[in-house]
Structure formats: structure tokens, C-alpha cells
């Protein structure tokens, strides 16, 4: 049996930091099939560094929830409520824990929180060449609504299916 995931809010200084810590770790494990050494550098300081991570938190409307199973961060997500709908703009899990269950048991809890929020859908980016993760967002529910490639600086764009889960 799987043992029960945790969502545990980030909010200390402390946190933030194991969070920054932990998100450098999996983008560099998982991306690396994806994009390129320098983006993925690009990407973690730009969004997932310590500075990044508490300007959005702190300014930005984000909130960040460590994935925890017995006691360990597995993982982590971050959601932005805005227009009636909930923006998934993270969700990572470190490799050995993928495939266990716990993403199902993460988006069991984002329903909740737009079902307790009064929320009409969930909806998020993702790379068009990300087909595995792709793959679980369908089983999940999302749908592809759009293609969007976006411009990040540095030279790099994120070329993004833009897919949504609606909530009834």
C-alpha cells in the first residue's frame, strides 16, 4: 500500500530554501531529455531560485505546498488562483517516488481546494515535447485547449501546450 501524501504550505524563509534546493534537483534530473543545459540553469534562476520563489509568494499570489510522505519531501506543486480558475504552475516529483500514486493523490487535493474555493477549472502549462507528463494530464482530465510559446529572456522561449481540468 502507498503510504499517504502530505501537503505541507511553504512559507518560512527555511522552507523556501529546501524548496529552491529541491526544485534545482528534479529540473535537473527530469528536463534534461527536454531542454538544454543552459535553460534548465536559465529556467531554476529565473523561477525556482530563492529570490524567485519569494518574490511570488510574497507579491505574486503563488502558493507553494512541499509533497511529503513519511516525513520526506518527495516533491513539491505551486498554484496561483486567478479568474475563477486554479493556475497549477508547478508540479514535480522526484524520480523515485514517480509512479507510485502520489500525483494522483496531489490532484485529489487541487480539486478539493477548487471545490472549496468555488472554482471552475484547473489549468496549467506544459512542454510540447513533454509527452510522458502530457500522458498523465490526460488521464487526470485536462484537455489541450492552445499551443503557446513564450519568450522568457536569455534567448529561450517555452514552447507549451496550455491544457484545463474543469471542476464541477
Not at 527530469?30 to 530563492?50: A, E, H, P, R
Not at 506543486?77 to 479568474?83: C, N, P, R
Request: charged letters at 25%; one cysteine or more.
Amino acid at each position: 500500500m502507498v503510504p499517504a501524501l502530505t501537503l505541507t504550505s511553504i512559507e518560512s524563509e527555511g522552507a523556501v530554501t529546501e524548496l529552491a534546493r529541491l526544485a534545482s534537483e528534479i529540473w535537473h534530473e527530469y528536463f534534461v531529455t527536454i531542454l538544454s543545459d543552459d535553460q534548465i540553469d536559465y529556467m531554476v534562476n529565473k523561477f525556482q531560485s530563492y529570490s524567485a520563489l519569494t518574490d511570488q509568494i510574497r507579491h505574486q499570489g503563488y502558493e507553494y505546498y512541499f509533497m511529503t510522505v513519511e516525513n520526506r519531501y518527495i516533491g513539491y506543486l505551486g498554484i496561483k488562483q486567478e479568474d475563477g480558475k486554479l493556475f497549477l504552475s508547478k508540479f514535480y516529483i522526484q524520480k523515485e517516488h514517480r509512479g507510485k500514486g502520489y500525483a494522483s493523490q496531489a490532484m485529489e487535493h487541487l480539486v478539493a481546494v477548487c471545490q472549496n474555493r468555488g472554482l471552475r477549472a484547473i489549468w496549467l502549462t506544459v512542454n510540447r515535447y513533454n509527452a510522458s507528463t502530457i500522458a498523465v494530464y490526460e488521464k487526470k482530465g485536462f484537455k489541450t485547449i492552445r499551443t503557446q510559446v513564450a519568450d522568457i529572456g536569455g534567448g529561450f522561449v517555452m514552447d507549451d501546450y496550455v491544457m484545463e481540468k474543469q471542476i464541477l
